[in-house]
């Protein structure tokens, strides 16, 4: 039986056994994290230093930004690293601490989104009490709780995760330290059982609360007259719905499958749709949509064209 207090790495999934594979797979995630850093920078600048859109909306787009791009920084480099120095290895504690940092990052993202569609809710069905029930003191405290509260659940179930027995042996089925692969080389499972509950009850708690918002603003939207009103509210609410079923979707999936379909190749599909695709796809969605972020993602991208004592003049309105 094998101790955790002598286990001192962990060898993660390899993606292929043949060099050229190997590659391949490095210049394939390589592109996708290259889009998502450039992606993600792009909302980030604009929103940050276009003034118009220092709105509630922006602000917690722009924390979703930052925790799109610590989530897939957090596996990728990592995983790009070993297939190009055709190794498995992670240390034990890189092996923590990706699974706390991926852990905290999901879900303060995942809190952050309820938190946004909250906000949706206020703008569509009580209008008029928006700037009172939404102010920046208000907004910066809901995102200082998904933030926070993202850290207690990580630093919960991490310490929990790594107190237990190891006697599987070090091979971790995945790409990156996740904590489902790290239970199954755990001698216990009693645990097991209990994190799933957990998990499945946050998930439920929060999603009714999503799918009640969302419920309320299409009825809210349905009782506008015209269609044109109809579609600029849709506009800003179909890209938040879009993001939210396919980041909930997709971990349900890979952490509520049954076992009967459960087999590596399959694991590791569902596990890069929801902790690679989101990130790279989150921008595009948001942008698509909305006139008002893509202009101002459109001059981020002039500029970067344009010497910078230009600078001001394509950040005014």
């Known amino acids: 039986m094998s101790n955790s207090s002598s286990i001192t ?3 993660l999934l390899a993606f292929a056994d043949t060099r050229e594979l190997q590659l391949l797979h ?3 995630f390589l592109g996708i994290y290259l889009a998502a850093l450039l992606g993600n920078g792009l909302v980030l600048t604009a929103v940050a230093c276009e003034h118009r859109l220092h709105t509630p909306m922006y602000f917690f787009l722009l924390n979703l930004t930052l925790l799109d791009l610590g989530c897939i920084s957090t596996t990728l480099p990592k995983a790009m690293a070993n297939s ?4 498995r290895a992670i240390s034990y504690s890189g092996c923590v601490a990706q699974v706390f940092l991926f852990v905290f990052l999901v879900s303060a993202e995942y809190f952050l989104l309820t938190v946004m569609s909250y906000d ?3 703008a569509i069905c009580k209008p008029l009490h928006y700037g009172t029930l939404m102010d920046s003191r208000d907004c910066a405290q809901m995102v200082a709780d998904a933030w926070g509260s993202g850290v207690l659940y990580a630093l919960l179930h991490t310490a929990n995760t790594f107190s237990l027995p190891l006697c599987q042996g070090n091979a971790v089925d995945q790409f990156f330290c996740e904590i489902p692969q790290m239970l199954k080389i755990s001698c216990t499972h009693s645990y097991l059982k209990s994190f799933w509950v957990v998990v499945v009850g946050v998930c439920l708690a929060f999603g009714c609360f999503i799918l009640f918002s969302y ?3 299409f009825r ?3 009782r506008i007259p015209s269609e ?6 849709f506009s800003t609410c179909l890209p938040h719905l879009f993001v939210v079923s396919l980041f909930i979707s997709t971990c349900f999936f890979a952490y509520m499958k049954p076992p009967s379909i459960s087999f590596p190749s399959l694991n590791l599909v569902v596990t890069v749709l929801y902790s690679v695709v989101p990130p790279t796809l989150n921008p595009l969605i948001y942008s ?3 006139k008002e972020l893509k202009w101002d993602i459109r001059k981020v991208v002039s500029w970067m064209f344009l010497n910078s004592d230009k600078f001001p003049l394509f950040f005014q309105k």
Request: glycine share 8%.
């Open 84 to 87: 190009l120095w055709d190794t």
């Open 288 to 290: 698509m949509r909305n």
């Open 215 to 217: 419920v309320q603003i």
């Open 26 to 28: 490095f210049g394939l």
């Open 9 to 11: 790495e962990f060898l």
């Open 220 to 222: 809210a939207v349905l």
């Open 120 to 122: 949706r809710y206020v």
């Open 228 to 233: 044109q009103g109809q579609h600029k509210v």
